[in-house]
């Protein structure tokens, strides 16, 4: 359920007025006019100010800011502010503030500071929302509820007595019996067997590696535990308001470890995302892309809102970058040609003091005679114009696995390798795809894949049995498959799937892995190039990891470097493609191919320095993915609904090819070819081909 309003796409941001003297709030409303803001979240750090004692509720200056915002045609997504739990609510009950799994309890004065197991804090949200809902059940302005802000930034885990309670309580539901726990958690390594639930701690740090199968059972619990907090507050609030939507945000998709987004969503009316820029990182619009892209697939396709990113540099990172000209419009675009219908930030105007008085807002501290807030009112414009995107949707034909518990999983003590990240091969395989300019969606690895012609699965270590018959059916009936190293080798809790490696994919891919042969840090091996037979069809030169640059295509002949990882595969049905021409492996498989049932699925046995987007444009060939060809990789791209978004992120002009239509944001005719500037963003409504698909 989408906000019926604002109509169009939502601009605004956080607005914390309660930071400002009376004469600046009378200036906020004529500015958002101005730039053409209709929403803001509001409310969200305000406990103290809306309860300043037990019971004492104060919504008079709330009501007087909500009325104005609603006169000057703001709506507004009201939070509930339990992210910041007052003073004299900590100093009553202090046995609300977390514990870190080192055994330290924190301190007053952050944010995220109470422990959402804590019965005193569950109580004290449950009246303080039921008292914000019954007082702003009728309220015009109020369109959505914001609850809470960012479970799982910065408060993963809790280890206090309240959390070990709820944690016991879990384990029960969860396994009925201690014989089952002791089976799941392999309770007979170290003599850890428990006799009583009493017995069972959380996993507090040791001195040693603990059970990796409880601290697995630990995040899932610990993530569930905030979905309550979330759950409890949302369903008062659909209880007084059925007609409002209800979300909280994400602290970035990519970027928020703790949370299990694909269990989370299921929670929301509509999935709200953040986003920040890594401010050093060259490419760093490749991360937003893969943020937004995995908002979207969360959301089921359906569009979703990015609730905050920034206008300028941020304040917590270590060099805090702020953003050059034609980058915020440049970020904002793409968030909404990847299925965002709005584009939020924190915040309306930069704050003068507290932790964050150095981040950006919408309204800098220059004023509104600056580059960045004609930038500002220079969006709004264009978002005015791009109302007829709302509601429309995004198709892919390629799609990632991207499961959670496996990134948790992975990233436990003791794995072969302390390069194997869940991230480094994920973002890997992204930016391959995105330079190829395909568009991609993320999936479950259970979840019905069979709409989609290429499925990549770059880090899936932990592989249910479920799961992995659901990419054997997708396989069979004709789907291409492409999995990397460590993949399929544990199930959900952390035990090692029966028999040779990988346990639970091995009869899909054809194969055996006899050992593991990590490489030492700066370390390469080399993979041929030379053409090999694959079922009687014979291997092109783009099978080869080209030379020079990551580009598709490239020389078959000679090696190419590959890090990180070398292993001894041992095909059963499938065949070489490529082979390890140098290191532990030399002879042996790198790449192979199975053809199964009607498709066929892939193995890569190392990390290609080079090349990978040559290898991926093979696998893309073989399944027939359709996708722009001769782009340079600086041009971003994305179809939404009928509607071309073509972003340049380089510093030369590129003409894109076979679109035709009319450009949204300056009326201008296009006719088969569009030309687009350096920095600059084209939006083309698409003209139909006669058959209905755009031209």
Not at 118 to 144: I, N, S
Not at 213 to 218: P, V
Not at 398 to 407: C, N, Q, R, T
């Amino acid at each position: 359920m989408y906000p019926e309003r604002p109509g169009g796409l939502a601009f605004g941001g956080d607005y914390n007025p309660e930071q400002w003297p009376r004469e600046v709030l009378e200036e906020d409303v004529a500015l958002m006019r101005e730039a053409g803001v209709n929403l803001v979240s509001l409310g969200m750090f305000s406990w103290a100010l809306m309860e300043p004692a037990e019971g004492r509720y104060t919504f008079g200056w709330l009501d007087e800011i909500l009325d104005r915002l609603h006169a000057g045609g703001v709506a507004v997504d009201l939070a509930t502010p339990t992210a910041a739990p007052p003073a004299w609510f900590v100093a009553a009950h202090p046995d609300v503030l977390p514990v870190t799994r080192e055994g330290t309890r924190i301190g007053f004065g952050g944010r995220q500071s109470a422990c959402s197991s804590a019965p005193a804090f569950r109580e004290a949200t449950a009246r303080l929302v039921r008292a914000l809902g019954e007082h702003y059940r009728d309220h015009p302005a109020v369109v959505m509820w914001h609850v809470h802000n960012e479970y799982g930034a910065p408060l993963g885990e809790c280890y206090c007595e309240h959390s070990v309670a709820a944690w016991r309580d879990w384990l029960c539901a969860t396994y009925r019996d201690l014989a089952a726990l002791n089976d799941a958690w392999g309770t007979t390594f170290w003599g850890q067997t428990y006799t009583d639930w009493d017995q069972i701690d959380a996993p507090r740090f040791n001195h040693t590696v603990v059970n990796p199968a409880q601290r697995l059972d630990y995040a899932r619990f610990s993530d569930g535990q905030h979905r309550e907090h979330y759950a409890l507050q949302r369903d008062i609030l659909r209880e007084l308001t059925p007609h409002l939507p209800v979300t909280t945000n994400f602290a970035g998709t990519v970027n928020c470890k703790s949370a299990d987004l694909w269990r989370w969503a299921r929670e929301l009316d509509v999935v709200a995302n953040d986003h920040y820029l890594k401010a050093e990182r060259p490419d760093n619009h490749i991360d937003l892309a893969m943020s937004a892209d995995l908002a979207r697939s969360v959301a089921g396709g359906a569009p979703w809102m990015l609730m905050e990113h920034s206008a300028g540099a941020v304040n917590w990172q270590p060099r805090n970058l702020a953003k050059r000209p034609g980058e915020m419009r440049r970020n904002s675009l793409a968030h909404v040609a990847r299925g965002s219908d709005s584009v939020l930030f924190f915040q309306w105007r930069a704050s003068r003091f507290g932790a964050e008085k150095f981040h950006s807002g919408l309204v800098p501290h220059a004023g509104t005679d600056s580059g960045q807030w004609r930038e500002v009112v220079r969006l709004g414009a264009d978002l005015r114009r791009l109302a007829g995107v709302r509601g429309s949707r995004v198709r892919a034909e390629v799609a990632l696995v991207w499961d959670w518990e496996s990134y948790w999983a992975l990233e436990l003590d003791w794995r072969p390798s302390v390069d194997l990240t869940f991230r480094e091969r994920m973002d890997a395989f992204y930016e391959a795809l995105w330079r190829e300019h395909v568009t991609v969606d993320f999936v479950h690895p259970s979840a019905d894949i069979s709409g989609y012609r290429v499925v990549v699965a770059p880090s899936s270590y932990l592989l249910t049995e479920a799961a992995a018959k659901n990419l054997h059916r997708y396989v069979e009936a004709g789907g291409h498959l492409l999995v990397s190293y460590f993949s399929g080798i544990v199930d959900e809790h952390d035990t090692i799937h029966p028999g040779p490696h990988p346990g639970a994919l091995r009869e899909l891919l054809g194969l055996s892995i006899e050992e593991f042969h990590p490489l030492r840090d700066g370390e390469t091996v080399t993979v041929t190039g030379e053409t090999v037979t694959v079922t009687g069809e014979a291997a092109t030169p783009a099978d080869a990891m080209p030379a020079g640059g990551d580009t598709a295509g490239g020389d078959a002949a000679g090696g190419r470097p590959a890090r990180i990882w070398s292993e001894r595969v041992r095909p059963a049905g499938a065949v070489t493609v490529r082979a390890f021409a140098s290191g532990p492996d030399a002879g042996h498989p790198a790449l192979t191919r199975h053809d199964l049932g009607a498709g066929t699925a892939w193995y890569l046995a190392t990390a290609p320095v080079a090349g990978l987007r040559g290898l991926l444009a093979r696998v893309l060939d073989h399944a027939r993915v359709t996708r722009p060809r001769g782009l340079p990789d600086t041009l971003e791209l994305v179809r939404r609904g009928r509607h071309a978004f073509l972003i340049n992120h380089g510093d030369e002009p590129v003409t894109v090819e076979g679109v035709t239509g009319v450009s949204v944001l300056d009326g201008a005719r296009c006719d088969g070819r569009v030309t687009v500037a350096p920095g600059a963003v084209t939006v083309v409504e698409e003209t139909p081909h006669p058959e209905g698909e755009p031209a």
